[in-house]
């Protein structure tokens, strides 16, 4: 055999002192890095094979061990950085794409850290969330263009005919993923979350298993280019529809679920032959301009009787404020913006890594730009891509957002380590696996639970922010950019995102 | 009384729960000291069972008619009225195996360091939680209030 260039990421520390040899972590890797020597009953440790993804550590009941970043390095160099030599060695190898997972990890600048929030002093007073009324329901529809009250009886009643809605107990919702990129156990907790809380999750592309379709009512079902799981009953068993053109971590990418990973349960979800490739193609192939959108938010809708938001999900491209225009004219009655730091489970790294713009100069981009069509009030906006923390959800309200969508950070709620390593299939908390031995390290229980406590401890944040600003309706905050100032950025950066540098009065 | 469930289902056959009884029925109890102190002497009073995939832990039932308690020839075995639980006295134990022998279950073991106590689960009496309940870090052992059919 050749010589392998690649070198280990990780060094496994085993302290001899704390070691039991009770092999919790042999039984515990999928990665098959730990290994017990019946002879020396000694467990012994093989680096190379670990993939960062610490469920040794965790689960491991002396804290034996310790997963270190491998110390070796290249010599320094500030071309030829050391992910490119090792990439380099990789391709060398195999002769293909590097693939990779999870949102980008590139030092690109994060700009909900370049944004500061606003608080009240002296000229008005701040509100304290715990003793008074604080307001964060969150609608997601098209609004009409004025409100028509009439008097009847003596009662005023609206007039104006409301399209359908998405009512949300707070501003976040589960972004999309499908099962097959997720085991069943991680959609299952998504699910009973979002209904436990009062909000939505996403089926993603895959279509919605049998034992979801209980909760069909905070369910939004996606259509993407596959059309994956899509038939009368599908879109008809949704709280919405929503039709996905793009993905941040891979604008104009589509997908692919290898056949070995369609099981019978996934081919019955994804109304698919057992065993065969799941292949997205990268374009919608009847959606070719506006025009054709609009025809298949139309046809969504009649399929619907109407009854359903149907909205759009597109990534955060160069052209994302002319193509939300589009999108909104087309009928859509939300827009889902997915920026570029934005999650995945597979996808090739120099795409992940170089193509598309961050959401938060898209969403205020999109956001002004309806504002000066006038049709802001069309449609919603749901960000996605890398919303962090409830300081993030705040300040992409401020910037002009009705809602966000979370899913890297439901992921981490529920074990995620972040290590990168979705398509392998071999994820250690059996969320992104179909291994039967994998998937029951997630308990739905616990899973919900957590991500319950997740949306319940934003939406603390959230209302404390709010109330530090002295504002007690979120809808009060939404699109006031004033609220918001930058640091650390350049009058170019700035004006695109609409707001002042810090230390700007009014 | 108290009983422990397990879902299998949900089971990851990581024998924490194993490894916590046996440092609940150490001399120390501290886990290092447990079982650098001799891991032969300590058995694990409840037991994981794996084919493939499938995996569940198993403890005593503590059976309401308990054959182990009827098949105990010293009358070390006996059944808490009170409590419900089936405990081995070990003072009275002589070692015959009887009780291994028509356990249903399989969960009673020979103590190797006595010689002649059995060993199985003691529902962990004296915690508020048995130890393998508290460590199962997927929560699929679980302790519930069973209702007592004699009442």
């Known amino acids: 055999m050749a010589l392998e260039l ?36 000694t467990v012994l ?25 491998k110390a070796a390095e290249f010599k320094e160099n500030s071309n030829w950085q050391a992910a490119h030599i090792k990439n ?22 994060v700009y909900w850290d370049h944004i500061l929030f606003n608080a009240a002093q002296v000229t008005n007073p701040s509100i304290d969330p715990l003793r008074e009324p604080m307001e964060i329901k969150t609608f997601i529809c098209g609004k009409p263009e004025n409100l028509k009250i009439e008097k009847q009886n ?77 038939d009368r009953d599908y879109l008809r068993n949704s709280a919405a529809v929503e039709i996905k053109i793009g993905q941040g971590a891979k604008p104009g990418i589509g997908g692919h679920l290898p056949g070995e990973k369609v099981t019978e349960d996934i081919s019955g979800t994804r109304m698919i032959p057992q065993g065969s ?18 025809q298949l938010i139309d046809a969504l809708k009649e399929a619907t009787d109407y009854e359903k938001p149907v909205g759009v999900k597109v990534s955060a491209v160069h052209n994302i404020a002319p193509i939300a225009s589009g999108i909104v004219r087309a009928g859509a009655d939300y827009i889902a913006i997915d920026g570029f730091r934005g999650g995945t489970g597979a996808a090739p790294q120099s795409i992940r890594d170089n193509v598309g713009i961050p959401v938060e100069l898209a969403l205020a981009a999109v956001d002004t730009r309806l504002r000066q069509e006038g049709i802001r009030h069309r449609a919603a906006i749901i960000v996605a891509g890398s919303i962090r923390s409830s300081s993030d959800v705040v300040k992409a309200i401020a910037l ?107 | 009384m108290k009983r422990i469930f397990i879902d299998e289902k949900y089971c990851i056959g990581c024998r924490l729960c194993e490894i916590y009884c046996q440092v609940k029925h150490s001399k120390s109890k501290k886990i290092l000291k447990a079982f650098r102190e001799g891991q032969p002497d300590i058995l694990s009073r409840v037991l994981v069972e794996e084919i493939g995939h499938d995996s569940f832990a198993i403890q ?52 190797i360091s006595s010689g002649k106590a059995a060993s199985k689960c003691d529902l962990c009496v004296d915690e508020e939680v048995p130890v393998c309940v508290k460590n199962c870090p997927n929560e699929a052992l679980k302790i519930v209030q069973f209702p007592d059919e004699e009442k």
Not at chain 1, 55 to 63: A, H, I, Q, S, V
Request: glycine content about 10%; hydrophobic content about 35%; overall charge neutral.
């Open chain 1, 88 to 109: 380099i060695y990789k391709q060398a190898e195999s002769g293909g794409v590097i693939l990779t997972g999870m949102g980008s990890d590139k030092p690109h600048t």
């Open chain 1, 277 to 294: 490739d799941a292949i997205s193609p990268a374009p919608h192939h009847d959606i070719y301009s506006i025009e054709d959108l609009a």
């Open chain 2, 60 to 111: 005593c039932r503590h059976c309401d008619d308990a054959p182990c308690v009827s098949a105990c020839i010293s009358g070390a075995m006996t059944k808490n009225e009170k409590t419900g639980v089936v405990v081995c006295d070990q003072e009275k134990c002589v070692g015959c195996w009887s009780c291994i022998m028509v356990c249903p279950y399989g969960v009673i073991k020979r103590d």
């Open chain 1, 45 to 69: 440790s093989e680096s190379s094979k670990c993939v960062g993804c610490h469920r040794c550590e965790e689960l491991c009941p002396t804290g034996a061990i310790t997963i270190k970043k």
């Open chain 1, 6 to 41: 690649n070198q280990s990421e990780f060094t496994v520390e085993r302290d001899l002192d704390k070691c039991i040899a009770c092999e919790v972590c042999v039984r515990q890797c999928s990665n098959d890095v730990h290994e017990f020597d019946a002879d020396d009953k």
């Open chain 1, 400 to 506: 002009g957002a009705d809602a966000v969508y979370i899913a890297t950070a439901a992921l981490i709620a529920l074990g995620c380590h972040l290590c990168q390593k979705c398509y392998t299939g071999k994820c250690n908390w059996g969320i992104a696996t179909q291994d039967p031995y994998l998937t029951k390290r997630l308990n739905p229980e616990i899973g919900t639970r957590r991500l319950h406590s997740l949306l319940r401890a934003w939406s603390l944040e959230i209302k404390e922010m709010l109330g530090g600003a002295g504002i007690n309706a979120i809808e009060s905050l939404r699109g006031n950019r004033e609220h918001l100032r930058g640091i650390n950025l350049n009058d170019r950066e700035l004006s695109i995102l609409g707001i002042k540098h810090a230390g700007e009065a009014w």
């Open chain 1, 154 to 230: 003596g009662q005023f009643k609206l007039k104006s005919k409301m399209g359908p809605y998405l009512e949300l107990l707070t501003p976040i919702l589960f972004s999309a993923m499908s099962y097959g990129s997720i085991s069943l156990n991680a959609c299952k907790s998504l699910a009973a979350a979002a209904a436990e809380y009062g909000t939505f999750y996403n089926t993603g592309e895959g279509g919605m298993h049998k034992d979801l379709a209980r909760y069909a009512k905070n369910t939004i079902v996606q259509v993407a280019s596959g059309r994956f799981g899509v």
